[in-house]
């Protein structure tokens, strides 16, 4: 492929709910573009951007992947990213670094729930957007039906630029708006231009009409012209649109079925003509404020929004360029993290294929191997002029598991296959838990952690057992006590001796652990007095008749015994947590709980459905705050018992439409009758 000017380069990424093409369409796009001399089919497994097995497998996407082409004397990167909820970081790094977002809608389902999700992200990145009507040769296919959907959800910006010709298992082609002229397609997906049906011509020129009155509106001498004339020229339409696109107030549709290679050339054409280049859009800001435009001739600066693992040439990082040229063989300055890497050749990857640039431009994307201390979010730059870039947050990962290896031994093999995918996938998150003695996975759902697993085994040879999740419960004293810890062996030879007296209470919730040295006329000597507390602290720790870490309690040693020969560090050390059994049968013990604070955003209608539930899951409401556009937060303080997984329950509950977000907040006391099934539960797996 041959280098292009950053003016004629287009970033675009693929975005929608899963199942609505996105994949279909880019293999059509790169067959129409000559870039494939095949049309891959997801029902074959042959598809130039699902090339992963688990994709090939299961049908659908799971990672992002860069697929360019090239069309009329300009290069158009295609970032198709998956459109399952499980997969939303791969979708929020892909969109950070597009500069215009397609949004494939099905026209047999409609309007989506990810959809929705990633336009309200666009808007968050003021990214400019287009629409394409997918799938409308299917049984029960609509364009009408999806258009009032569009323009209910997203407002009148929407703005058709073609209309279907033929309507379900008719539909053969489109009628462009902006030419009032009607296309077919045969099978090989070639135009041929025919006469507007008489029974579609009003409809056209309404929606024509509707088109240049909203094309008018950006400009006030076209507008001038416009009501003096009645009409505008191709030119001016294309140039207000181009415009209308950049400031993301003009959303152009178009209409068509990937698989039968109708409407994408009309597409490709308006992404060319009026879709934003590099140069179009708003210069690159750093952490610090500075900024530089996408131009050749400014310092170098790239983003890296994406990292694999490729079992051949080793790790491979994609990243766009936003200022500068990136050349390969040489030295590249890592500004994140303020060190020099080593790289060899830079590249374009189509689907899994590499293939070599000599350097990527201002605005192009691009991909390096092997660099060892680079990962997602990291920014390149020039050494002489660092700048760094916002990184890439990843979504926070809502759904945990406990994981073992099947094979004893395997732990560093384990350890070392979950780091690699965590730079390949950072929403991922892996964490051990001391208090639950479990190695916890955290991700977005059943199926991103399902597939990680399975790349784990089949990448390095790792399998993964899920072991049952534990909640960390805690436990403190429900009462006070004076205790005794004795430990006292002598039955001949160097003998154990060692007493101490104490007394115990519970203090308020977060004051922790508090030690207190009440020792007079030398009772216990000093040195053992630590050790006493030594003991103390191991005991609350092993969850003193419960098994779960005991917290927020007070010690007072008062009195003791020594003996000058058999006494010891050890000796004392088992007679501090001696004395803690005793205070635990005295003083009687209450379990606790993790709490969390539950945040969820949900459309308005779910809202009653969502209060329920939580208070089924013994959460406390706190409020409701309207967010706007018919969403709304739910707001609760619930056990963290309740909620391990409630990214599906939610899922499930609003038809995903609702997401959340937590936080821990306190440790609070497990009713009764939950905690003796706690308890019961504990001890039987300790058994």
């Known amino acids: 492929m041959k280098s292009y000017p950053t003016e004629n380069i287009r970033n675009i990424v693929l975005v929608g709910h899963g199942g609505s093409g996105k994949t279909s369409l880019t293999e059509a796009m790169l067959f129409c573009s000559g870039a494939t001399t095949r049309l891959g089919k997801i029902t074959e497994g042959n598809t130039v951007s699902d090339f992963d097995e688990e994709e090939i497998r299961k049908g659908v996407s799971i990672s992002t992947a860069l697929a360019p082409i090239e069309w009329q004397d300009h290069k158009i990167n295609i970032l198709d990213a998956p459109g399952y909820a499980d997969f939303i970081g791969e979708l929020r790094a892909a969109m950070r670094v597009a500069d215009l977002a397609v949004f494939v ?35 029960n296919s609509s364009f009408r039906r999806t258009l009032d959907q569009l323009r209910e ?33 045969d099978e090989a997906g070639s135009v041929s231009e025919e006469p507007v049906p008489e029974d579609r011509k009003e409809r056209l020129e309404e929606v024509r009409t509707s088109l240049l009155d909203s094309v008018a509106e950006t400009n006030d001498e076209l507008l001038e012209r416009y009501l003096e004339s009645g ?78 693992s490729d079992p051949y040439v080793g790790r491979v990082s994609y990243f766009r360029v936003y200022s500068g040229v990136l050349k390969g063989e040489g030295t590249i300055h890592n500004s ?54 916002p990184t890439i947050e990843p979504p926070e990962p809502l759904l945990p598991k406990a994981i073992a290896p099947k094979t004893k031994g395997d732990e560093d093999k384990l350890m070392f296959g979950l780091q690699r995918l965590i730079e390949e996938d950072p929403a991922l998150r892996l964490a051990r838990n001391d208090e639950t003695h479990q190695t916890i996975l955290w991700g977005m759902g059943d199926a991103h952690l399902t597939g990680i697993l399975e790349r784990l085994k089949r990448k390095f040879n790792v399998e993964v057992e899920e072991v049952p999740f534990k909640v960390p419960y805690r436990s403190t004293l429900r009462g006070k006590a004076d205790a005794l810890g004795r430990h006292v062996k002598q039955s001949g030879g160097h003998g154990q001796y060692g007493i101490c007296n104490v007394r115990v209470e519970p203090v308020a919730r ?34 003193v008749g419960t098994g779960f870490n005991m917290i927020d309690v007070k010690v007072e040693l008062y009195d003791g015994k020594f003996h000058s020969v058999d006494s010891s560090d050890m000796a004392f050390q088992l007679a501090g947590s001696q004395a803690m059994r005793d205070a635990v049968e005295k003083a009687g013990v209450t379990l606790l709980e993790p709490v969390w604070t539950v945040e969820v955003l949900v459309p308005e209608e779910f809202t009653g459905d969502i209060m329920g539930d939580l208070q089924k899951r013994r959460g406390i409401p706190e409020g409701i705050d309207p967010l706007g ?52 539960a504990a001890k039987a797996g300790s058994s």
């Open 629 to 680: 556009g018919g969403r709304q937060i739910v707001r609760a303080k619930v056990p963290f018992a309740e909620v391990t997984h409630y990214a599906t329950d939610l899922r499930s509950l609003t038809g995903g439409q609702g997401t959340f977000s937590w936080s821990f907040s306190h440790y609070q006391e497990v009713p009764h009758d939950h905690a003796q099934k706690v308890l019961e």
């Open 153 to 185: 959800a997203f407002g009148m910006g929407i703005a058709p630029l073609s209309l279907p010709l033929g309507r379900e298992h008719d539909f053969r082609g489109v009628i462009s708006v902006i030419d009032a002229g009607a296309f077919s397609y």
């Open 510 to 543: 977060g004051e922790g652990f508090i030690f207190e040295d009440k020792i007079f006329g030398g009772s216990i000597p000093n040195q053992w007095i630590l050790s006493v507390e030594k003991g103390v602290r191991a005991a609350l720790a092993n969850g």
């Open 105 to 139: 809608v099905s026209g047999v389902e409609g309007l989506e729930v990810q959809t929705q999700v990633a336009w309200n992200y666009a808007i968050e990145l003021g990214l400019p957007r287009i629409i394409f009507v997918n799938k409308l040769d299917r049984e």
């Open 336 to 389: 994140s993290k303020r060190i020099d890497e080593r790289v060899g050749h830079v590249f374009t990857m189509r689907g899994k294929n590499q293939e070599q640039l000599d350097a990527i431009v201002a605005g192009d994307i691009g991909a390096a191997a092997k660099l060892v201390h680079t990962v997602t979010g990291d920014t390149l730059a020039d050494k002489g002029a660092p700048m760094v870039l």
């Open 231 to 308: 009409e505008l020229t191709r030119d001016e339409i294309v140039h207000s649109l181009h415009d209308g696109l950049s400031q993301a107030t003009i959303f152009p549709v178009f209409v068509g079925s990937a698989t039968k290679l109708i409407g994408l050339d009309r597409m490709l054409d308006a992404i060319v003509a009026a879709g934003p280049s590099p140069l179009d859009r708003p210069p690159i800001e750093s952490e610090t404020g500075d900024t530089r435009s996408s131009k050749p001739d400014e310092p170098m600066s790239a983003l890296v929004f994406k990292t694999t």
